[in-house]
């Protein structure tokens, strides 16, 4: 209390002086609609900006609940559009209609990769989803660029999934513009390409083609994104292998959606049965 006493009195005539100051910048703008109308907008634009600056940071801090908002509801659209696609695949080829989904071929759920290993020869990922959420082994998973692996050990909360990134890992796959198909594997090099193997000697292709999934299995629905033909060789020899540019940063990913064949054990049973 003293030192503010103290503080006061050395520099009396200092505030006494910034105080007339004041009282007389108060009185001009309140006198002069010019100077008024000046002051009125400068407020504005600083409050405004701290306005601003203060909503872009409750966003920020709010990110986390609207990706998890925002996958929620991409998965309930992809259901949608699943449901959708067979519907009128039924209509074409004049099949009852199910009003109760039953011939819904694929259901997506959404997730988290709470881990991820890209730098190894035979890379995993965990997700935030298990057993209690309807994952099983042998399910695809994906996110909005494209084909991320195929889960392969599941327990109640949580899931493993072999990531593309492995030396064991075999996709089907095609060109999207094409109707040649080959076998996408990794060769352990680069975390952001992968080879397109076994392709027909006949294949026109050039570079900057996209690559899909070919939909010749039980996991990948035909044409998820995977990623474009960045080396093209003067032409296709025994080996067949082309390098193919991941749409997907594999060493950056965050939500992720798993991928349910509702007629996967159907159609294993078709064909696996003997003759």
Do not use: C
């Not at 200092?14 to 010019?34: C, D, K, P, Y």
């Not at 986390?64 to 659209?77: A, C, D, F, Q, W």
């Not at 999934?161 to 996408?184: C, D, E, R, W, Y």
């Amino acid at each position: 209390m003293q030192q503010l006493i103290y503080f006061f009195q050395k520099y009396k005539y200092f505030l006494f002086f910034l105080f007339l100051e004041v009282i007389a910048v108060a009185l001009i703008i309140n006198n002069h609609s010019f100077h008024k109308s000046k002051f009125i907008s400068s407020t504005n634009f600083i409050s405004g900006g701290l306005y601003k600056k203060s909503s872009d940071i409750s966003e920020y801090f709010s990110l986390k609940e609207r990706n998890t908002l925002l996958s929620e509801e991409n998965v309930k659209l992809k259901n949608e559009l699943e449901q959708l696609y067979t519907l009128l695949d039924s209509a074409k080829v004049k099949a009852v209609i199910d009003t109760t989904n039953t011939y819904q071929n694929y259901v997506y759920i959404n997730g988290k990769i709470i881990n991820n290993n890209f730098d190894k020869a035979n890379n995993f990922l965990t997700i935030n989803r298990g057993s209690k959420n309807g994952v099983a082994i042998e399910m695809a998973v994906i996110n909005s660029k494209g084909i991320i692996g195929i889960t392969d050990n599941v327990s109640q909360k949580y899931a493993r999934v072999q990531s593309i990134l492995n030396s064991k890992s075999s996709i089907n796959a095609k060109f999207k513009n094409n109707p040649h198909f080959g076998t996408l594997i990794w060769n352990g090099k680069d975390y952001n390409i992968v080879q397109l193997t076994d392709i027909p000697r006949q294949t026109k292709f050039k570079e900057g083609d996209t690559i899909v999934t070919g939909g010749k299995s039980t996991i990948f629905p035909e044409g998820i994104p995977i990623g474009t033909v960045i080396k093209t060789p003067e032409e296709l020899t025994a080996v067949n292998s082309i390098d193919i540019k991941l749409f997907n940063d594999m060493s950056s990913l965050g939500h992720i959606y798993i991928i349910t064949n509702l007629n996967k054990e159907e159609i294993k049973s078709v064909e696996n049965t003997n003759e």
